[in-house]
């Protein structure tokens, strides 16, 4: 094979892989980021329940695995019980397991990837797939909202029942609703702990949001109830899909895109099509 021909498989794959055209009607394959308290868990509900989308948790994954005592539930015990990262090479196979498995066209990943390595491996097996992320959400609330919400969390520890001074408050102050007994604070639900988790999240964060900068997109808000229709509003209109439905949009909804819009589709469409015609080319020419 060429080297020329390398090159443009290459130049090709890397626009197919981040080629987010606005309007073009797509299944939600997302990425859902967020520190620690930002309500990625409460997110991801609503999207399950509005979109269809299957929650695809690397926490969650890892936790099953032990559970169930499988090789890479063994090997990723020890580090989690220390509160490290799992080594990349154990996550990537999870995860590729995982998506080859998945039956939907819709899904949302939470807590992978966490690093580059993951980042990009992720990439190579989604591109095998054809069906490359397209949507990067990036769930932003303001730290102080954050440890305040902290600070008011109470917990029945043998039940891990949760409860919230500000929204959701025990109906006798400091006693669990059900059995009467003390409630408790979690040890890390301190400032302490969570400026440690903040500052760890976000040296993880910013090198994956510079190598997702072109389908990454921040939401801001002080509560889930603001964000999340915000949220619903990026994936109608990037990628056409209806709430409700978890199906793309009729076709003929097309008309309502912008010339603007229209004319960007029209140009990498006819970018890849040439590029396709290009490699055909060069492929036949190869084998004369
Ligand atoms: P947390 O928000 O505390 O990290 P998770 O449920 O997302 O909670 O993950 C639990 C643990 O699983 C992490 O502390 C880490 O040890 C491991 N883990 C999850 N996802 C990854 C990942 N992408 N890379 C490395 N380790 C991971």
Redesign the pocket.
Known sequence: MSLFRNVLCQARQRRFLHDCPINAIQPLRLLLLGS?GSGKGTQSERLQKHFGVLHV????L??QNIQEKTPIGKQ?AS??TK????P?PI?ISLIDQELNQVATPHWLL??????LP?AKALDDTLTRMMQPLNIVINLEVPEQVILERIMDRWVHIPSGRVYNLSYNPPQVAGRDDETGEPLSRRPDDCPEVFRVRMQQYKQMVTPLLDYYRDIAITIKGNTSDEIYPKIEREIVNRLGLLPGTGTPMPTVDLSAFSAAAVAKTNASRQRAAMASVEEERIADSSFR
């Open positions: 620690p948790s690397s926490g969650d890892l936790r990723a580090y989690m509160g490290q990262l799992v990349d996550l939470d807590g992978f990837p966490r690093t993951q």
